[in-house]
């Protein structure tokens, strides 16, 4: 039977007693509104851990636009019962107050890897998420964390923050889930219009296009190329596109490296963001 556990106190004596019992912990961190990405992270952490905690939490100090955050679907009992449908053992369900007591000051330093792309254009983006990460991660105390590869950037921040805090744990990425027209899952999907929702896979197909040019072609050719696929859509406005090395994040500028790179795109549609990747190899 699946607990649900609102409170610090509940979810660590918890943990604690599957630690004491010898049991592995897995764990996956989620903000809800789960789609099938989430739950491939969950199956991929029940089939290597002997116990599973899900977190289901919007973290307001992640959103730059307040807007965003009013906007973020909130869907726990659909949350829920798939979870438990799942064979998940516990969620972690809490409140804001009981997250953040006191006013968050910290700010981490990750270097360059919070200022390009996503850090760029939502500025405190990765120190709110660090911040509710390392939190989480000291309340659940899981011995493995399991995130999509969806979230490049965030997940290379999480891989550095586990390092620079010495904590005892083990990143497991996850590959990119995506709808059988190669539109990557999100959350935030469900708020396209019926004519966005059409249109959406063309950033997919953008990328794998980009994909098959970069072998043979300078990265600015490819960049233009990207720039004008996304244009011929009149509802899709490119927010960025760049071609990146995978461990720095930082641009590959007009020489291409020989070891593999990822390639990551933010669109907007209407008032819709859209976040994608995709790795290249010459």
Known sequence: MMEVFHTIAQIQHFSL??????????FVPTMGALHQGHLE???RALSENDVVV??????????????????????FETDASMLQQLGCHAIFYPSVQDMYPEPEHRVFDFG??????????RPGHFNGVAIVVKKLFEIVLPHRAYFGEKDFQQLTI????????????????????REEDGLAMSSRNVRLSAEE??????????????????????????????????N???SMQLEYFNIAHMDSLQSIGTTKPAEPVVACIAVYMGEVRLIDNMIFNL
């Open 54 to 75: 899900c977190s289901i939490f919007v973290n307001p100090i992640q959103f730059n636009n307040p807007e965003d955050l009013k906007k973020y679907p909130r869907t």
């Open 17 to 26: 007693n599957c630690r004491a019992q010898g049991k592995s912990l897995g």
């Open 41 to 43: 992270l969950v199956r």
């Open 112 to 121: 360059q890897l919070d200022k390009v792309m996503e850090g760029e254009f």
């Open 197 to 230: 929702r059409r249109q959406a896979p063309l950033i997919y197909k953008t990328l794998l296009t980009a994909r098959e040019l970069y072998r043979h072609a300078e990265p600015a050719e490819v960049i233009r190329r990207v720039e004008a696929m996304i």
């Open 158 to 177: 999480i891989r550095a923050l586990v390092k620079m805090e010495a904590m005892d744990l083990e990143i497991v990425p996850c590959s990119i889930v």
């Open 232 to 234: 011929s859509c009149p």
